[in-house]
C-alpha cells in the first residue's frame, strides 16, 4: 500500500510507503523525476515527490519543498520529537541498494549529489493540510515503470523525427540558396560578356565611321 498526499498547489504528488517492503518496491520502481526524502541520520518513511517533466531538483519550489520535509519528519518516531531535524534528498536514481543491505535500506552513488536541509521544528498547519490530502492506493509499480518507459520512448522517438525533419528542411533550404547564388553569379557573367561585346561592337563602329 501506497500513500498519497497533495502539495500545497495541487499540482504535485507526494507519496510514501507503507513500511519498509513497500519501500523496497519504491526503490526498485522510482521514476528517474523522482525525488527521494528521508531524515537523516534517524529512521522515517521513504518520502518521494515526483517533479513534473522538465523540472529539476533545483526548481522545486519552496513551499513544495517545506512540504515534503515537514512530511517526512512528521513520518519520522525519533525525528518528529526533535527540533533542527536534518533531511536529507536526492533524485531518485543517485539512490544505491545493494544484497547485503537490510530491506529499505539504501546509500547513494555519489554522495556529493545528495541535498540537505534542517527543519526547526514541526509545522502542525502543513502537517494537517497534507493529513487531510491522504488517500490510500495499491499501484503496480512495475506496470507503471513500464508505462513511463514507453511513454519517455515514445517522446524520444517522436523527437528524433521531427529533428531529422527540421535537418532536411534546413538542408533543401540551403540547396535551394545555393542554387539562387549560383543562378545569379551565371546571369551576371553573362551580362558583362554581353556588355563587353556592346563596347567592342561601338568601338568597330566608330572607327568605320571616322
Known amino acids: 500500500m501506497v500513500f498519497y498526499y497533495k502539495t500545497r498547489d495541487d499540482s504535485y504528488h507526494v507519496y510514501v510507503g507503507k513500511d519498509k517492503y513497500e519501500n523496497e518496491e519504491l526503490i526498485k520502481h522510482g521514476w528517474d523525476n523522482d525525488v527521494w526524502f528521508h531524515v537523516d541520520k534517524l529512521s522515517s518513511a521513504h518520502v518521494y515527490l515526483r517533479l513534473k517533466d522538465g523540472e529539476t531538483i533545483e526548481s522545486i519550489p519552496e513551499g513544495v519543498l517545506e512540504d515534503c520535509v515537514q512530511l517526512v519528519k512528521h513520518n519520522s518516531i525519533e525525528g518528529n520529537k526533535m527540533n533542527n531535524v536534518g533531511v536529507v534528498y536526492t533524485y531518485w536514481n543517485n539512490l544505491k541498494k545493494t544484497g547485503d543491505m537490510e530491506v529499505g535500506q539504501v546509500s547513494f552513488h555519489k554522495v556529493g549529489d ?11 498547519d502543513i502537517v494537517n493540510r497534507l493529513n487531510r490530502t491522504k488517500s490510500e492506493a495499491h499501484p503496480d509499480f512495475a506496470q507503471e515503470k513500464t508505462n513511463r518507459m514507453k511513454y519517455l520512448n515514445r ?7 521531427k529533428k531529422a525533419e527540421r535537418e532536411r528542411t534546413l538542408r533543401e533550404q540551403r540547396q535551394k540558396e545555393k542554387e539562387a547564388r549560383s543562378y545569379d553569379r551565371i546571369h551576371q557573367e553573362k551580362d558583362m560578356t554581353s556588355n563587353k561585346d556592346i563596347r567592342q561592337d561601338y568601338t568597330e563602329f566608330e572607327e568605320d565611321f571616322m
Open 114 to 124: 545528495v541535498k540537505r536541509i534542517v527543519v526547526e521544528k514541526r509545522i502542525n
Open 155 to 161: 517522446v524520444a522517438r517522436d523527437e528524433m523525427r
